[in-house]
Structure formats: C-alpha cells, structure tokens
T-cell receptor
Framework: EAQVTQNPRYLITVTGKKLTVTCSQN?????MSWYRQDPGLGLRQIYY???????DKGDVPEGYKVSRKEKRNFPLILESPSPNQTSLYFC??????????????FGPGTRLTVL | GNSVTQMEGPVTLSEEAFLTINCTYT??????LFWYVQYPGEGLQLLLK?????DKGSNKGFEATYRKETTSFHLEKGSVQVSDSAVYFC???????????FGAGTTVTVRA
C-alpha cells in the first residue's frame, strides 16, 4: 500500500530534550515536506526536500532541522524543543511527472507537546 | 506571494443540509487549486482539484469550480452526511511550483 508513515504519533516531552520525528514514504517520491498545523493558521511549511541531499527552508524553519540521506526518509529534528513548538506535525511527499508536480500525500500526523 | 483565504468556522449543519465553504486566493499566473479533507485523527487527503480556469473538480458529492474572474474555488455539497464531519482546507500551488499554500481550515460538524 502506498503511504507516508510517521513516528511517533504522539509525543510529550520537556523543554530542551532533543527529539526526532521520523517520516518515510514507499512511493519513490522526489519531494518531501514537513508542515505544522496550528488552530487558525492552517498548515505552514517548515522544511522541504527536492531530492536526496537537497533540503531548503520553508516558511517557519526556526528551531528545526531536517536531513535527506535516503530518498524514502525525511526526519524532522528538534535540537532543543520549546513550548511554542507544541503542534500537530505532518509529513508529505509528491512526485514529478511530465514536468508537473503531482498531488501531495500526507502522513497521519504527529501530535507533539513540549512542557 | 501566494495566499489562500477561506471562511472561518466552525460550521454546524444538520444531515441533508447544503454545505458551502468559501475560498478565495491571491496568486500570479495560473495556479492549481485543491481541497483537502482531514477526518478526525487522520492526515490530510486530497478531496478534489482543478488545474485551470473553469475546471470543475468533484468527488464524493463535493464540487468546486475554478473561477479566475473572482479568484475563487468554493466547495459545495448538496446533501451532507454525518460522515462528512471533518476539517476542510483550501490550497493552491503556483504555476510550475511544488509548494502548497493552505488556508486556515474550516471545521464542519454534521449532526444527525
């Protein structure tokens, strides 16, 4: 089954304790992206990657890091989490075909609480 | 830059009522327009899309028409069901672009 998976689905942590949220897709998609969803703000892009070893900042990158060592994986790293990073996080992926980007497939989400 | 504005919720309806969620956009060129749906506890799923002016996207009884003259992409369903309770997001992707810009989302609750 074609899908985007994220782990963990739920996480409660404390300020300053480094954490990683994993994202994996099995569709051989070139493009992967991380979003955070906050009430009244919709989804805002954190980081994205156009392919292996190619990453770039989205609209709200502060406090986050990513890496793309393999095509299927795109982990989100919070080196020193703070309470304002409490949010619902989504990973998404997409492919390029005929010079056009196809629809984005989303993972199930990770609900992060930073105390 | 590109932006999407959608009507604020929450919206509460009775079963079989008519649903409209307004969405307007700002973009240069000819963006593609999307509606995504997020059911409780799940990720976003593509509901429908339109890639050029006057296109109508449709799926699961929902429809939306790409109106370039009014820069709008309003979502409609003629008779909602309890299972349509979800958060609905309008989104756009610029011409030859990879990035999606989302509206704030509209929470819809349908009561039996």
């Amino acid at each position: 089954e074609a899908q985007v998976t994220q782990n963990p689905r739920y996480l409660i942590t404390v300020t300053g304790k480094k954490l990683t949220v994993t994202c994996s897709q099995n569709m051989n998609h070139e493009y992967m992206s991380w979003y955070r969803q906050d009430p009244g703000l919709g989804l805002r892009q954190i980081y994205y990657s156009m392919n292996v070893e190619v990453t770039d900042k989205g609209d709200v990158p502060e406090g986050y890091k990513v890496s793309r060592k393999e095509k299927r994986n795109f982990p989100l790293i919070l080196e020193s989490p703070s309470p304002n990073q409490t949010s619902l996080y989504f990973c998404a992926s997409s492919s390029l075909a005929g010079g056009k980007w196809n629809e984005q497939f989303f993972g199930p989400g990770t609900r992060l609480t930073v105390l | 830059g590109n932006s999407v504005t959608q009507m604020e919720g929450p919206v509460t309806l009775s079963e079989e009522a008519f649903l409209t969620i307004n969405c307007t956009y700002t973009a240069t060129g000819y963006p593609s327009l999307f509606w995504y749906v997020q059911y409780p506890g799940e990720g976003l799923q593509l509901l429908l899309k339109a890639t050029k002016a006057d296109d109508k996207g449709s799926n699961k009884g929902f429809e939306a028409t790409y109106r370039k003259e009014t820069t709008s992409f309003h979502l409609e369903k003629g008779s909602v069901q309890v299972s349509d309770s979800a958060v609905y997001f309008c989104a756009l992707r610029g011409s030859n672009d990879y990035k999606l810009s989302f509206g704030a989302g509209t929470t819809v609750t349908v009561r039996a």
